[in-house]
Every structure is written in structure tokens, then in C-alpha cells.
């Protein structure tokens, strides 16, 4: 899901005076009209505490909507010939996925743990957005009759509901109300954070993105702060959606694809902001490709995309009574419409982590990113601001020999003056069978991006 601010004023001082350090800014350099991001550094200090989860949104302001199985759309539950290879090796045994989204709604195939609500006093099991559930059934869903399973069936699954397109937000009087919502989401995005590491989350899912224009900052730094203990103190891996640029927004622009000489990723002329993915080098963003393996005609670029995966023609489970298969949802004029977006494609990501973590237990979080990105299909054409090290490739990232680094391949902003299973699985997933895995639409600036997003299936 893919979330965005108007252009706001000015955003409010950082507490603990790091406002340089965690504000999206102008450049010190002097150049023609070109405003340029300064790479934010995180600050300890501003770390929130993680208390238990509690309401932020206000009255329910749309209906609950499902997730459908579009007509026609074949079950036969052929198998995946490289999920069955890599299920050889690791199902994900002994890992906790965290899954901070719109919350998930469980079924027979979908054994999902509480983690809490910071929509409304909830303990996170329940979806009226459907977004949650099909990121969390790409993710570990139990193997079904008709052959889709989630990439790690054998994780353990933790719902923490951090967001909801349906409740309009409990926002405080006066200023912007797109900054103060945009500020809202960044906070409890923090805290979601700060919980999932203390409740053991060894993987942290975040498929979604809030777009924020390169000249209008935003106060990030208890963002940066959780970011920075969930993979520093707690040895979580961070994933994180690119971003979809198809969501009508001023300030979802596409960022330059290259860059040149001491800036080669081209941090320098970035215009539109992924938050959290531009907080390197804590988190690994994830960028979509289609069928055929290249980039997504919505996925949005920028120097802090790290890998890439399948995000379009996504199967996973409904946040419906049943709990079936759904690869769809409703738009308004009545007909389904099919799902795509890079918080699909996160999902999947964060699916091969889990084995890559249980395959390979003694690896830190950075060393399984490494690991993810060294062994991605194009890697040696990398990195690009569209798919970073290339299309993740599970097999590979299970049983290639890799030096255990902790680098990432994403480039920083230039210095300015100023015991493997045996047994298989398959899935139906048309994204299990590709270059890369596909995800949901991203979730969009509230009712808005929200509306677009049930025309069109972008999450």
C-alpha cells in the first residue's frame, strides 16, 4: 500500500533537537532549483517506548472490504518446481514473521499470532481492508487443497495492526491535516516496530510506503530510532515496500533511475521520499517486477531500493468468512478487479528471509540481507534504483556460498559539505513459479488513495 502527503508547510521540530538528522531537507549544495535528500541518520535517544498497543483512529468511515478470487481464474494446484526445491532446504522452522499492516484475519491456513492494535482496541486478528491477510498469507500460509502455500508454511505469524484505510485518523486540532496524518502514521509505525522486536519478530514485514516530498519534511526521528533497535539490538531483517507511483499523487513521483560520479544511485536528485524504505541501511526496500521479469511499470524507483520481486497477478488468502483464495477485490463500479503492487512483492521478500534466517540461524539480520541481494538473479548488473541487487532468488539464497557480510549493496548518499526438511510444498501462486514473487496493492493516502486503489487493485 502506498500512502502520500500534500505538500504541508513545514513540519514540526524533531524532539531532542535531531532535526537535521531525521527531517527530509533541501541540499546544502547550491545548485539550479534541483532539492536534494540528506540521508538521515538515526538517533538512540529518540526511541519510543514500547507500551501496549492502543487506539489511534477515530469513527470507521467506509465499509469493510474483501478480497475475491477473479472468474476464471484456475486452481489446479500444479506445483512450483522452485518452492519444492527450496522447501527442501528451510520452511521456515523456528522464525517469527511480523506482519505490521492493516491486520489479518485467520483461518485453517492462515495460523496467525496477536500482536496488538493501534487502529482501535483490537488484538491485530482482524482485516477491513483484506491488505494484511494477502500479505500474510504470501508469507505463511498453510498448504490447501488446492496447492497454494506461503513461501515459509512453518514460520510463526504475528499480527500487529498499524493502519486502516477505513477509519478516518484521530488527528490533534490545528496544522496540516495530510502532515498531521502523514506524522500519525510515522509515530505509530515506530511503535509497531518497537513491539514487533520485543515480541521476537527475527523478520519485520512493512508493505506499505508513505510518499513524502523531498522539500517538505516530516519528523522521523522516532522512526529512525525503531528502525535502528528492531535490526542494531534485536537482529530483526526490516523489509519494506519501494512504493507504487500510480496512485495520482503530487508527491509520489518517480525518482531518477540513475545517478553519476560520487553519486551513482543519485540521492541528489530525489523528489519524492519512501518512508521507511529510504532509512538505509536499516531496511531492505523492495521493488516489483512482472512476469517476465522486468520492472513494474508502477514500482517506484529511488537510491534506497534493495531488491526486487514479483508484484503483479498476486494469489493469496481472503480476509472473508471462508478464508478462501483471492486474487482480486471490488471496485466501485461492482467489478473485480485484479491485485498488484509492491507490497506484494515485500511479502514475498520477507517469505525467503524467514528461510534464509532458518537455514541459517548464526547469520546477523545484515548478513541474510547480503545473502538475499548477492544471490538475486541480475545481481551482477546491480545495483538499480528500480530493482536494486536484481529479482530475489529463493533457491539460490538457500544454497549458494556467500561471504557473510554485513554490507548492503545499496549505495549511501554521497558526503557534503555541509538441518534442511525434506518435505515439499507447492503453491499456486503465479509469482512462486516466476523471476519474482508478486504482492498486494499498496495501501494508499487514506480515503482518496483508498478509492483509486478499489478501482484499479493497486495496494
Known amino acids: 500500500m502506498t500512502r502520500f502527503i500534500r505538500d504541508a508547510p513545514r513540519a514540526r521540530r524533531a524532539l531532542g533537537g535531531v532535526v537535521a538528522a531525521t527531517l527530509l531537507a533541501l541540499s546544502p549544495v547550491a545548485a539550479p532549483v534541483a532539492g536534494a535528500v540528506i540521508q538521515p541518520e538515526a538517533d538512540p535517544a529518540a526511541l519510543p517506548k514500547d507500551s501496549s498497543p492502543s487506539a489511534t483512529a477515530g469513527m470507521q468511515s467506509s465499509a469493510c472490504s474483501t478480497t475475491v478470487l477473479l472468474p476464471g481464474t484456475g486452481t489446479s494446484g500444479k506445483p512450483s518446481p522452485e518452492f519444492e526445491e527450496a522447501w527442501r532446504f528451510s520452511r521456515g522452522e523456528g522464525q517469527s514473521v511480523?506482519?505490521?499492516?492493516?491486520?489479518?484475519?485467520?483461518?485453517?491456513?492462515?495460523?496467525?499470532?496477536?500482536?496488538?492494535?493501534?487502529?482501535?482496541?483490537?488484538?491485530?486478528?482482524?482485516?477491513?481492508?483484506?491488505?494484511?491477510?494477502?500479505?500474510?498469507?504470501?508469507?505463511?500460509?498453510?498448504?490447501?487443497?488446492?496447492?497454494?502455500?506461503?513461501?515459509?508454511?512453518?514460520?510463526?505469524?504475528?499480527?500487529?495492526?498499524?493502519?486502516?484505510?477505513?477509519?478516518?485518523?484521530?488527528?490533534?486540532?490545528?496544522?496540516?491535516?495530510?502532515?498531521?496524518?502523514?506524522?500519525?502514521?510515522?509515530?505509530?509505525?515506530?511503535?509497531?516496530?518497537?513491539?514487533?522486536?520485543?515480541?521476537?519478530?527475527?523478520?519485520?514485514?512493512?508493505?506499505?510506503a508513505e510518499c513524502v516530498p523531498a522539500a517538505k519534511p516530516i519528523d522521523q526521528a522516532a522512526l529512525g530510532a525503531?528502525?535502528?533497535?528492531?535490526?542494531?539490538?534485536?537482529?530483526?531483517?526490516?523489509?519494506?515496500?519501494?512504493?507504487?507511483?500510480?496512485?495520482?499523487?503530487?508527491?509520489?513521483?518517480?525518482?531518477?533511475?540513475?545517478?553519476?560520479?560520487?553519486?551513482?544511485?543519485?540521492?541528489?536528485?530525489?523528489?519524492?521520499?519512501?518512508?521507511?524504505?529510504?532509512?538505509?541501511?536499516?531496511?531492505?526496500?523492495?521493488?516489483?517486477?512482472?512476469?517476465?521479469?522486468?520492472?513494474?511499470?508502477?514500482?517506484?524507483?529511488?537510491?534506497?531500493?534493495?531488491?526486487?520481486?514479483?508484484?503483479?497477478?498476486?494469489?493469496?488468502l481472503s480476509n472473508d468468512a471462508e478464508g478462501g483464495l483471492a486474487n482480486g477485490m471490488i471496485g466501485q463500479n461492482g467489478k473485480p478487479v485484479p491485485l498488484f503492487g509492491t507490497s506484494y512483492a515485500t511479502a514475498y521478500v520477507a517469505g525467503v528471509a524467514a528461510l534464509v534466517r532458518s537455514r541459517y540461524p548464526e547469520l546477523t539480520a545484515p548478513q541474510v540481507i547480503s545473502r538475499l541481494q548477492r544471490t538475486a538473479r541480475d545481481a551482477g548488473r546491480s545495483p538499480s534504483n528500480l530493482v536494486g541487487a536484481g529479482t530475489v532468488d529463493p533457491v539460490a539464497a538457500l544454497t549458494w556460498e556467500v561471504p557473510r557480510t554485513g554490507t548492503h549493496l545499496v549505495a549511501r548518499a554521497p558526503v557534503r559539505s555541509s538441518p534442511a526438511p525434506s518435505h515439499p510444498g507447492k503453491s499456486t501462486s503465479p509469482a512462486a513459479r516466476l523471476p519474482g514473487r508478486r504482492c498486494m496493492p499498496d495501501r494508499g493516502g487514506r480515503r482518496r488513495r483508498a478509492q483509486r486503489a478499489s478501482q484499479t487493485g493497486e495496494h
Open 98 to 208: 511480523a506482519i505490521i499492516d492493516t491486520g489479518v484475519k485467520p483461518s485453517a491456513r492462515l495460523h496467525v499470532e496477536p500482536g496488538g492494535d493501534y487502529v482501535q482496541s483490537t488484538d491485530g486478528l482482524t482485516d477491513c481492508d483484506g491488505h494484511g491477510t494477502m500479505v500474510a498469507g504470501i508469507i505463511g500460509a498453510q498448504p490447501g487443497p488446492d496447492g497454494f502455500s506461503g513461501i515459509a508454511p512453518a514460520a510463526k505469524l504475528i499480527s500487529i495492526r498499524q493502519e486502516s484505510s477505513k477509519f478516518s485518523p484521530r488527528l490533534t486540532a490545528g496544522g496540516d491535516p495530510s502532515t498531521n496524518a502523514a506524522t500519525q502514521y510515522v509515530n505509530t509505525l515506530a511503535r509497531s516496530i518497537v513491539h514487533a522486536a520485543n515480541l521476537g519478530a527475527r523478520v519485520i514485514n512493512i508493505s506499505s
Open 226 to 316: 525503531a528502525l535502528r533497535y528492531a535490526v542494531a539490538e534485536k537482529d530483526a531483517v526490516v523489509v519494506a515496500a519501494a512504493g507504487n507511483t500510480s496512485g495520482g499523487s503530487a508527491n509520489c513521483q518517480q525518482n531518477p533511475l540513475t545517478g553519476s560520479g560520487a553519486d551513482p544511485r543519485n540521492w541528489s536528485g530525489v523528489e519524492s521520499v519512501s518512508v521507511p524504505s529510504w532509512w538505509q541501511p536499516y531496511v531492505l526496500s523492495v521493488g516489483s517486477v512482472g512476469i517476465d521479469g522486468s520492472p513494474s511499470k508502477f514500482t517506484m524507483a529511488g537510491p534506497w531500493v534493495g531488491i526486487a520481486a514479483n508484484g503483479e497477478n498476486v494469489t493469496s
